[in-house]
């Protein structure tokens, strides 16, 4: 629109091109809030391992890594619901993702599984419903004891209800693409389980404006996966993998946006 008004000022001549000089730069389009959000803390220790290790741990350092590699591309802001090892409630977290306007909000997790030879990533985005038992008991362990904690909002006036009925439904539409760049960049390089992009009831995905998805890096009740997991060399590839992800889905958008 910017070079359209450029070229119509050079056509008319010396004093348009002349107003246009004086009017103020267009304010640069800021970049996109990305809210990071490392699992657990404080008393709530998370999945714990076989040799007892917490996955409140591993989620911190995956968080502040990952910061570091959002701000190094320069494309995007990074803001975090925890970046020490403090226990946030989950509606806290939901509400900061909010309160920042963010543009996407990440939750890094690693999951526990029934058998121990089970092991991969897997991406969570919000459902009502379930995809199988195992992502419901998964949301129901993620949530802990602020599943219930959450009051129902009051019905609000109909108009207020479409908009945000469109609201939650181009927020879902926007996190199922999220999972599916986070898959397809780590497809090869990091190990997955079997249907890796899921969804289940998860508390902290509930913002209806940020699209939203839950990573679980990995499974602390696999052996491999653990050793994995706590070696930086290694968790930084899968978050080199993760910011791919990030990039797609950004440039993705942008080109949704210029095809509608
Ligand atoms: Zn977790």
Not at 38 to 58: M, R, S, V
Not at 173 to 183: F, G, K, P
Request: glycine share 6%.
């Amino acid at each position: 629109m910017r070079r359209a008004f450029g070229g119509a000022a050079l056509a008319l001549g010396g004093p348009v091109a002349l107003a246009a000089q004086a009017s103020p730069a267009p304010a640069r389009q800021e970049k996109p809030l990305i809210m990071l959000d490392p699992g657990h803390g404080g008393h709530d220790p998370g999945a714990i391992a076989l040799d007892g290790y917490y996955e409140k741990y591993i989620a911190l350092d995956a968080g502040l890594e990952l910061r570091r590699m959002l701000e190094y591309t320069g494309r995007y802001r990074v803001a975090m619901t925890r970046s020490r090892d403090v226990f946030v409630p989950l509606d806290h977290r939901v509400a900061d993702a909010m309160d920042h306007k963010a543009d996407l909000f990440l939750s890094l997790h690693c999951d526990h599984l029934p058998e121990n030879n089970l092991r991969g990533a897997s991406i969570f985005t919000l459902s009502n419903n379930a995809t199988d038992k195992l992502a419901a008991a998964l949301a129901q362990d993620e949530n802990g004891d602020d599943a219930d904690s959450r009051q129902v909002a009051s019905a609000p006036p109909q108009v207020a209800d479409i908009l945000a009925s469109l609201e939650t439904r181009a927020t879902k539409i926007s996190s199922h693409n999220l999972a599916q760049d986070l898959a397809a960049s780590f497809n090869g390089v990091v190990p997955m389980l079997p249907n890796p992009t899921r969804a289940a009831n998860f508390a902290v995905l509930r913002d209806p404006s940020t699209p939203a998805a839950l990573l679980e890096m990995g499974c602390l009740t696999n052996k491999r996966d653990e050793s994995r997991l706590r070696n930086t060399a290694e968790r930084e590839k899968l978050l080199w993998r993760v910011t791919a992800a990030i990039n797609n889905y950004f440039g993705h958008a942008a080109q949704r946006r210029m095809a509608g």
